[in-house]
């Protein structure tokens, strides 16, 4: 489908992100397949707009959001359908019909790491925050957070300092600064190697009950999260939580007993969540993806003899592969990656199945 119909679905009445999704795993045809499934009250919407666009409140409201996104460069909606959509935000329950996006699409290229914690870090927990941001940064991850204050803003900026990548997924509409001091932040994040994502319309104000709902997205978008500083009761306990549910990978940084900010930290390693010291002990964890341990593998380039699909085909094996980490493996981009796989596929040299792409053992070489 097109990125019309995705915002229509995305503006029915009735309908949230569960049931959406839902209905997007019966990969229903365009539109009665979708007419058949949908509650009553939501089919009889789409219904209207689809035989009667002229009488329909659908109409101005997707020709609200089309002016917008057509008004600057930078401006994105993303679906399921597109090429950048993250497979990996489909295996949690209640993923978003869609995300707005603000800034450089090719942040959603590398593999990537959450980090949260926070909003009123010790100045160790800065620190931390910023080092392992950095270092992420030049071992080819993009870092994922919240864009809230204290711990996110610092990892965040500190990757993009080291000229990395960075998304921030917020709580508001893409268009509004939320919290306000973090302009510089917002601004630097629309530019190459930052982007902001939203499931929330432009024009959407920032809600408490939004920042839980946005969590869910920080970890799904990501292979593991960090959590740098915690106190017992707070928001990245949540985002810790969502990750265990999403089957993500859980890290967290020790500290002194006598800090109130590490406390949650421990609680987490007394749980069971990998006790960090140096980004080698998250790397060794997630070791298929620590693509960048040896830089000549960040960009690979076929030799002569070696064809444009065979440069795919040499990072597949039995252990599902993300398009994602193909592009950081490759240094293709992911329209590029998706027609080499297509073709690969056609082939019967590769197959899809749930987590990403699979070498098929009916051929060999590569």
Excluded at 46 to 75: Q, V
Aim: with cysteine; aromatic share 4%.
């Amino acid at each position: 489908m097109q990125a019309r119909e995705w915002l229509a679905l995305a503006r029915l009445p009735g309908m949230g992100a569960a049931r959406l999704a839902e209905l997007v795993a019966a990969r229903p045809d365009w539109p009665e397949g979708w007419l058949a499934l949908l509650p009553r009250e939501a089919a009889m919407a789409l219904r209207l707009w689809l035989d009667h666009p002229a009488r329909s409140p659908l109409s101005a409201e997707l020709s609200a959001d089309e002016a917008w996104l057509g008004a600057e460069p930078g401006r994105h909606l993303i679906h399921p359908d597109h090429p950048v959509w993250p497979r990996i935000l489909g295996q949690i329950a209640d993923p978003p019909p869609v995300l707005w996006a603000l800034g450089d699409l090719g942040a959603l290229g590398p593999p990537r790491l959450a980090m949260v914690g926070s909003r009123r870090p010790t100045r160790e927990g800065l620190t931390n925050a910023a080092g392992f941001a950095r270092e992420l940064a030049g071992r080819g991850w993009c870092v994922v957070s919240g864009m809230a204050l204290g711990i996110d803003a610092a990892a965040q900026q500190a990757a993009l300092d080291a000229g990395g990548t960075s998304v921030a997924v917020l709580g508001c509409g893409v268009d509004v600064i939320y919290p306000p001091r973090h302009h510089r932040l917002y601004r630097r994040l629309q530019e190459p190697g930052g982007l902001l994502l939203s499931e929330h319309p432009p024009g959407t104000p920032a809600r408490a009950g939004f920042f839980p709902r946005r969590n869910r997205i920080v970890t799904g978008l990501s292979l593991g999260v960090l959590v740098v500083e915690a106190a017992e009761r707070s928001g990245s306990l949540v985002s810790a939580r969502l990750a265990l549910e999403q089957n993500r990978e859980v890290f967290a940084l020790p500290g002194s007993i006598h800090n109130p900010m590490a406390r949650g930290c421990l609680q987490l390693i007394r749980d069971g969540a990998v006790l960090v010291r140096e980004l080698d002990d998250i790397l060794a964890e997630l070791s298929q993806w620590a693509v960048a341990r040896a830089p000549a593998l960040a960009v690979s380039t076929p030799g002569p003899a070696e064809g444009r699909e065979d440069s795919l085909l040499r990072w597949l094996s039995d252990t599902p592969t993300p398009v994602d980490a193909l592009v950081a493996l490759t240094g293709r981009d992911v329209a590029a990656c998706q027609r080499g796989l297509l073709e690969l596929e056609l082939e019967g040299a590769v197959a899809q199945a749930a987590g990403g792409w699979v070498r098929l053992p009916t051929r060999s070489g590569a």
